[in-house]
Nanobody, 122 residues
Framework: VLLQASGGGLVQAGGSLRLSCTAA??????MGWFRQAPGKEREFVAV????????MYADSAKGRFTISRSNAENMVYLQMNSLKPEDTAVYYC??????????????????WGQGTLVTVSS
């Protein structure tokens, strides 16, 4: 499964970005977004189930970020609003075969995109 993330860039604090992830596969996966800031571990941001009916967010993302998907287009999105400097990181999309309690951890996901850099200036 080939995942390609895009949409990162430089934005001022308070601004918005929409990240996109293309999933080249005939299957429908649980899709997650993670991020990794310099010197820190990769952390969970948001996840969406196979049909988009269920989403979950990290506390840091709640109320500001929205994950969505279009299975017809094999796309997953992360709309990020009210961005803060602490949101600066490389953002990765990831795919998992199932939904489960361990979906907050990186080991739950089998496939990963290459990452897209988001930089939020103060």
């Amino acid at each position: 499964v080939l995942l390609q993330a895009s949409g990162g860039g430089l934005v001022q604090a308070g601004g918005s970005l929409r990240l996109s992830c293309t999933a080249a596969s005939g299957r429908t996966f649980t899709m997650g977004w993670f991020r990794q800031a310099p010197g820190k571990e990769r952390e969970f941001v948001a996840v969406i189930n196979w049909n988009g009916a269920t989403t979950m967010y990290a506390d840091s993302a709640k109320g500001r970020f929205t994950i969505s998907r279009s299975n017809a287009e094999n796309m997953v999105y992360l709309q990020m609003n009210s961005l803060k400097p602490e949101d600066t990181a490389v953002y990765y999309c990831a795919a998992a075969s199932n939904w489960g309690q361990a979906l907050y951890g990186t080991s739950w996901y089998r496939y990963w995109g290459q990452g897209t850099l988001v930089t939020v200036s103060s």
